[in-house]
């Protein structure tokens, strides 16, 4: 009986560790609490924005809400809530690292000095960076913006890829930052700034909310790649890989490829205007072979 004891000690001691290892501190308190916290955005159209009636809905949204039936499934737990928290550019990190968070559902890119603050999933959009002009104004390039002035939302990167670029090339341009995309957007429309620099599909969201779409283009050469991904603390891993895994089946059964036809290929709110974007390949290439290997 003794060695038969002795033989089973190491297994019996190891145990504990397993679990301790696969514990993770969002899934507990979100089961304490019974509730989800998902942050989201006021103006990030398609992704993540207001409807009519004050819900944030968006392509972003769809995703997260399947993300949350898989933290209900994997808890056992069908009864679980959703509690809503409204971010921005500047608060949406702050949100995810302070727990005020447990997923960020929007159009956040998943940059490398993120990384070392946050985690990220797999990527659901890619997007390029250009800039919104009106169309009367002639501009189709950074270089017909000498001297003049470029609003872009604070917390994007956008903002000091043009500082950059205008330094570079003696544009002397003058940078302005807005709190979000909705204000960015009326600095343009008030003639307060002469270009709106942002994600290609950010603007085009934005173009497709305004009065009159035609008075709007987007303009210039690509400045940046950017893959967005759902944002979460870094400091959970076990959490992430239900994330991941729950994206990989989204993405691999083509559930994701059904709600990006939705957001993008299919009239939305608030104008119900189609922004008639197909998927690009490097888009469907990542549905294919899913990683949250953002490459930058």
Not at 198 to 203: E, F
Not at 268 to 273: L, R, S
Request: aromatic share 6%; with cysteine; net charge positive.
């Amino acid at each position: 009986m003794l060695p038969r004891v002795r033989k089973l000690l190491p297994a019996l001691l190891v145990f504990p560790l397993m679990n301790a290892v696969a514990s993770s501190p969002t899934l507990d308190r979100i089961k304490a609490t019974g509730a989800i916290r998902l942050a989201h955005r006021e103006s990030s159209v398609p992704f993540s924005y207001l409807d009519a009636g004050g819900k944030p809905i968006g392509y972003s949204m769809d995703l997260c809400m399947r993300l949350v039936d898989a933290i209900r499934e994997n808890l056992k737990r069908p009864d679980l809530k959703v509690q809503y928290l409204q971010v921005t550019p500047a608060t949406r990190m702050d949100a995810i690292m302070n727990g005020k968070a447990d997923l960020e559902c929007a159009s956040t890119n998943n940059a490398r000095e993120r990384r070392e603050k946050v985690a990220f999933t797999i990527p659901h959009y890619i997007a390029n960076g250009r800039m919104l002009v009106k169309t009367a104004s002639g501009i189709q390039k950074l270089e017909d913006l000498r001297g003049k002035t470029v609003v872009s939302t604070r917390g994007s990167a956008n903002g000091d890829l043009v500082r950059q670029l205008s330094e570079a090339g003696g544009l002397g341009i003058t940078v302005v930052e807005a709190s979000d995309h909705a204000q960015s957007f009326a600095m343009l429309a008030d003639g307060k700034a002469q270009a709106f620099a942002m994600d290609d599909v950010l603007l085009a969201g934005m173009k497709a909310t305004a009065k009159n779409p035609a008075d709007y283009a987007i303009v210039g050469k690509t400045q940046q790649v950017v893959p967005y991904a759902i944002m979460l603390n870094k400091n959970d891993p076990e959490f992430k890989k239900l994330i991941d895994a729950a994206m990989s089946r989204l993405m691999e059964d083509g559930e994701a490829e059904r709600f990006y036809k939705k957001w993008f290929q299919q009239p939305i709110p608030p104008n119900n205007v189609n922004l008639g974007i197909p998927m690009s390949m490097l888009l469907r290439d990542s549905f294919r072979y899913p990683t949250d290997n953002a490459g930058n």
